[in-house]
């Protein structure tokens, strides 16, 4: 015959894994909600382009010459905002961020009209092929 403790302890041995799994689910809703680094859900602004859930948001800007184009990194990993795509031999040449952490900004003002293709240095098979269109005056 088992003790009243030794039926307590089974029972309660029981739950210890669905415990477990209410709190891992608990401790995760809370660090996607409030930690900081978590993907933003806000929407860029005039002439800014999100580096998010490794994106570019939007894909293609259009602009008027003369005007600035700002890229936010929003990601928990470091971005780039690279003229080009990595198999172009000029890759970089008209700009070309450091590599940007969660909230740091990098912005280039275009002075000529045309479209210019960029990318990401650090996730060049998920980030590229990008777009800013800049129109004349």
Same mark, same amino acid.
Request: glycine share 8%; hydrophobic share 40%; with cysteine.
């Given at each position: 015959?088992?003790?009243?403790?030794?039926?307590?302890?089974?029972?309660?041995?029981?739950?210890?894994?669905?415990?477990?799994?209410?709190?891992?689910?608990?401790?995760?809703? %809370?660090?996607? +909600?409030?930690?900081? #680094?978590? $993907?933003?859900?806000?929407?860029? *602004? @005039?002439?800014?382009?999100?580096?998010?859930?490794?994106?570019?948001?939007?894909?293609?800007?259009?602009?008027?010459?003369?005007?600035?184009?700002?890229?936010?990194?929003?990601?928990? %990993?470091?971005? +780039?905002?690279?003229? #080009?795509? $990595?198999?172009?031999?000029?890759? *970089? @040449?008209?700009?070309?961020?450091?590599?940007?952490?969660?909230?740091?900004?990098?912005?280039?003002?275009?002075?000529?009209?045309?479209?210019?293709?960029?990318?990401?240095?650090?996730?060049?098979?998920?980030?590229?092929?990008?777009?800013?269109?800049?129109?004349?005056?």
């Amino acid at each position: 015959m088992t003790s009243k403790n030794e039926h307590e302890n089974r029972i309660l041995r029981g739950k210890i894994p669905m415990i477990a799994a209410a709190l891992v689910v608990t401790l995760g809703a %809370v660090a996607l +909600t409030v930690l900081p #680094g978590c $993907p933003s859900t806000a929407t860029p *602004g @005039s002439n800014q382009v999100f580096m998010r859930a490794i994106s570019f948001d939007p894909q293609r800007i259009s602009i008027d010459a003369g005007e600035t184009v700002t890229w936010i990194n929003m990601d928990l %990993v470091p971005h +780039t905002a690279t003229s #080009g795509n $990595p198999e172009d031999g000029d890759s *970089g @040449s008209i700009f070309r961020s450091r590599q940007l952490s969660r909230e740091q900004r990098f912005s280039h003002i275009f002075d000529e009209a045309g479209t210019f293709r960029y990318f990401c240095e650090v996730h060049p098979g998920m980030m590229r092929d990008a777009t800013v269109v800049v129109n004349e005056n």
